[in-house]
């Protein structure tokens, strides 16, 4: 899986997590996405590193708990993008977010975070179109248009 590195910083910003789960289709790659449990936008896995686990490890159980997916993942980032998440608190901290392809392998019936979220296959181009972060519209584009 080829992809353009977004160069992006982690001085002073929060390091963030995500996988970017996809599978082969008939038709070409598809991508899938889940909802975020407060506003229901279009999101991919992402949370915060884990002690004891490498950030693509940390990746790779984040979309477990979210999404119920497991699958291969890429140890190598593809590239990341910045956003300002507001926290339970009303702070709003600065976040960089380091995206990790993990190619899905499978689909599980049941997992922690179902009850909270939707997940659904897109093509590249449709899934880039619906999530709202700038930076991660382009990280999609250019790694899987």
């Given at each position: 899986m080829?992809?353009a590195f977004?160069?992006?910083?982690t001085l002073e910003?929060?390091k963030q997590?995500?996988?970017l789960?996809?599978r ?8 899938l ?5 407060e506003?229901?936008r279009?999101v ?5 590193p ?5 950030d693509h490890?940390?990746?790779a ?6 999404a119920?997916?497991?699958g291969r993942i890429?140890?190598?980032s593809?590239g990341?993008y910045a956003?300002k998440?507001k926290q339970?608190s009303?702070a709003?901290v600065?976040c960089?977010?380091?995206i990790?392809?993990?190619e899905?392998?499978k ?7 179902k009850?909270q ?13 619906l999530?709202?972060e700038?930076?991660l ?9």
């Open positions: 080829a992809g977004r160069a992006v910083t910003h929060h997590i995500a996988a789960p996809y082969k289709a008939k038709h070409g790659i598809e991508i996405l889940i909802t975020s449990r506003t229901k279009w991919i896995p992402k949370g915060w884990m002690n004891g686990k490498q490890e940390a990746a159980q984040e979309a477990f708990e979210e119920g997916i497991k890429n140890e190598k593809i990341g956003y998440k339970k009303g709003i600065d960089v977010v380091m990790y392809p993990l899905v392998s689909l599980l019936r049941d997992w922690p975070e009850g979220r939707k997940r659904k296959w897109f093509k590249p181009k449709k899934a880039a179109s999530v709202n700038e930076g519209k382009a990280v999609i584009e250019a790694t899987l248009a």
